[in-house]
């Protein structure tokens, strides 16, 4: 049987396969750190708080201080993705905003704060930062990275009262080699304490892992300075001024078992003997 040349064929396949094979096998981008910037949008956040938040983020990515940041680590270039986070029962409202962005020069990250710039923002009842920190260890995963250091960013202005304990979803995110970092919000005058006692819960109960720290906002003054330099400090893995973690598995100096689970086991049975009157306890 006579079977006909077709050389051109071949070269059109071959240089096919050379063009595609690299997509098939295209290795993760290495990266200095991969940074998820997680933010508290739950309605105890008025919205010129939320606004001022927004702000010091946008502000901290324009900064040449971050820019130059990023440029002196070992390879010069940073992973980050922004979320928004509230309570656990909302469906679907632990959000991202801003997808995974690989930041390696001022370009980049001008981009990535005029896009979170633009981005409408959102109010959310609850608060669950255990929730939030199981969402973004799911991120930290699905990135196309390689990343020398893993941190989760949690800002907010209380404490974890939906969802599991906020010590088991830090302490397993410790386990697995990851960093969280605090900014926790105390604009507002105190409420019943919790207010003002929040950097301790933050302190005690939601940072952990290597160098970590948190930095407290209690002047609004202070937002966009405190915004810039918590993230420098994270970018360069620096010490510098805040409260540091104490090492898991020490005893807390703060009640941590805020979450609605835990307090379920307090509440009394609404079909004991005297209980269900119609007056709530």
Avoid at 245 to 265: F, I, K, M, Q
Wanted: glycine share 8%.
């Amino acid at each position: 049987m006579w079977y006909p040349k077709v050389p051109w064929l071949l070269s059109v396949l071959v240089t096919g396969l050379l063009t595609v094979a690299p997509a098939w096998h295209r290795a993760p981008t290495d990266v200095d750190l991969a940074l998820v910037l997680a933010v508290d949008v739950s309605t105890s956040m008025d919205p010129d708080e939320q606004n001022l938040q927004r702000q010091g983020y946008v502000e901290a990515f324009r900064s040449p201080l971050v820019h130059h940041a990023i440029y002196t680590g070992m390879l010069g270039r940073i992973a980050v993705t922004y979320v928004e986070w509230a309570g656990a029962h909302t469906p679907g409202y632990q959000s991202v905003i801003i997808p995974w962005t690989i930041l390696e020069s001022p370009k980049d990250a001008i981009a990535f704060a005029n896009g979170l710039a633009r981005a409408p923002s959102h109010r959310v009842p609850g608060t669950s930062i255990s929730k939030a920190i199981d969402f973004s260890m799911a991120l930290l995963s699905s990135g196309d990275f390689r990343a020398r250091r893993r941190v989760i960013d949690i800002s907010g202005d209380g404490s974890n009262n939906q969802g599991g304990l906020v010590t088991e979803a830090r302490d397993k995110a410790i386990a697995r080699g990851v960093t969280i970092n605090g900014l926790p919000i105390m604009l507002k005058e105190p409420e019943r304490g919790e207010n003002a006692t929040l950097d301790a819960y933050y302190r005690d109960c939601v940072i952990g892992g290597s160098n970590a720290f948190m930095i407290p906002v209690r002047e609004r003054k202070q937002f966009l300075m405190e915004t810039r330099a918590k993230i420098v400090r994270e970018i360069a893995d620096a010490a510098g001024p805040g409260s540091l973690a104490h090492s898991v598995g020490g005893r807390p100096l703060t009640e941590c078992d805020t979450s609605e689970s835990v307090w379920d086991d307090f509440a009394p049975d609404p079909h004991a003997p005297g209980i269900g009157s119609g007056h709530d306890l």
